[in-house]
Each structure stands twice: as structure tokens, then as C-alpha cells.
């Protein structure tokens, strides 16, 4: 039975790794389904409602989900399937990839090598999806001849922007780098895209919206109006104990 930085791992594990594998794969490809939506609304407006029909967008969301828990069955095999023994302790801030092939008694080298052969597929062909998408859209704006127009570009993309740089940014650090340069920095990386990122993303989307950008504003005047309050109490309380 495997232990993860004290905590047991049942045999139930391979289920829950393979869940949170298939949803990870299912973000990657929901993440480029989102940049090719603003590709279309912004690029071709007028053709939008044609492209990104009702039923399209089931189709898409349906591979997505479907190509995931493949991609999942088989990282769920791969990292399962060798023959465990010696340590019983992984170091990691969770069950993933890395970490538990290190356990594994046979070789894994083939193992190795068809899952990083899917994450290519899986991260690096989003990735493309996404990088085409914005290139598209950046040409567009710059032929924008209205500072409004490309305002609302912009506004458009920037939510989605943060999410796909702090999701992608994560995943490259993790699994495109060979095995022997994982370092202590992996736990971090695996925090940021497994915690923060899911945790700031209602919050990074909801920044569209009016009434929450002006709430902000107004906690940002409170905030340095206090500050400034403060600076100038403490800058006088100075100037009489000086005097």
C-alpha cells in the first residue's frame, strides 16, 4: 500500500487518479474551445451566431469530455500497471504522474513515453489552439480603428487570458521537462494548478461583470485613501515630536 507525504492511499486511488485526470484534460479543451469562441466574436461577429450554434458547442463539449476520460484510462494504466515495491512514500503534493513511476519496481520507460506523448497531444495542441486564436484576434484589433472597440476586445479576452496563463503555465512547468529535472518546485507548481487556479477562476471571470469591477475601484480608493490618511497622521505626529 502506498503512502503520500503520510497519508495512505487506498486501493481505490487508480479511480480518483483517473477522475482528476479527466478533469484536468477536460479543462485543457474547454480552456480552447473558449479561445476559438472569442476567435469567432471577435474576428467574424457576423457569422458567429452560424458558427458557434447550439449544436456545435454540444458537439465540441462532448468530444472534449469523451477524448479526457480516454486520455485518463490510459495515464491511469500506465502509471498503475508496472509492479510496486520498496518505498512506500511519495514526495508530492499529491498522487500524480512523477512521482508514483518512481515507485515502480519494472521499467517504465514505454510507460514514460506514451504519457507524455498524450499530454503533448492534450496541453500542446490546446496550447496551439489557443496561441492561433489570439494571434487572429490581436491582428484584428490592431486593424480596429475605434480606441473603443479594441477596449472591448480587450475586456473580452482579458479573463480568459489570466486563466489560460496561470492553467498552461503550470502544466508546461510540470510535465514538459524530462524526468530528471523535477525538482521541489513540482509541489508548488501542482498547488497552483490544482488549488489556486480552480479557487481564482470564479473570481477572475466575475471581473466582466460591471457592478464587481466597481466594487473594486471602490475598495481600491478606500484602500489608498486610508493609506494616504494614515501616511500624513504619522508624518505629522513626527513633525510635533521633532518640534
Not at 479527466?22 to 469567432?40: N, P, Q
Not at 463539449?61 to 508496472?82: D, E, K
Not at 498547488?191 to 481600491?220: D, H, Q, W
Amino acid at each position: 500500500m502506498l503512502h503520500a507525504s503520510g497519508h495512505v492511499l487506498y486501493p481505490d486511488m487508480p479511480n480518483l487518479f483517473h477522475g482528476s485526470k479527466a478533469l484536468s484534460t477536460i479543462e485543457c479543451h474547454l480552456l480552447a474551445m473558449m479561445a476559438y469562441d472569442r476567435h469567432v466574436a471577435i474576428c467574424q461577429p457576423l457569422l458567429y451566431v452560424t458558427i458557434i450554434s447550439r449544436r456545435i458547442c454540444w458537439q465540441l463539449v462532448a468530444s472534449s469530455y469523451l477524448f479526457a476520460f480516454l486520455s485518463a484510462i490510459v495515464y491511469t494504466w500506465c502509471v498503475f500497471g508496472g509492479y510496486f515495491c520498496g518505498p512506500n512514500r511519495i514526495d508530492h503534493f499529491f498522487c500524480d504522474e512523477v512521482p508514483v513511476l518512481k515507485l515502480v519496481c519494472s521499467d517504465t520507460h514505454s510507460s514514460e513515453m506514451v504519457i507524455f506523448a498524450f499530454i503533448t497531444i492534450n496541453v500542446v495542441g490546446t496550447s496551439m489552439i489557443i496561441l492561433l486564436s489570439y494571434f487572429s484576434i490581436f491582428c484584428t484589433v490592431l486593424r480596429m480603428c475605434s480606441a473603443q472597440s479594441r477596449a472591448r476586445a480587450f475586456h473580452t479576452c482579458a479573463s480568459h487570458l489570466m486563466a489560460v496563463a496561470s492553467f498552461f503555465g503550470t502544466k508546461f512547468f510540470m510535465y514538459l521537462q524530462p524526468p530528471s529535472s523535477h525538482r521541489s518546485l513540482d509541489k508548488v507548481a501542482s498547488i497552483i494548478y490544482t488549488v489556486i487556479t480552480p479557487m481564482l477562476n470564479p473570481f477572475i471571470y466575475s471581473l466582466r461583470s460591471k457592478e464587481v469591477n466597481g466594487a473594486l475601484v471602490k475598495c481600491t480608493r478606500r484602500f489608498f485613501s486610508h493609506w494616504q490618511r494614515k501616511k500624513v497622521l504619522s508624518s505629522s505626529t513626527c513633525t510635533v515630536h521633532v518640534s
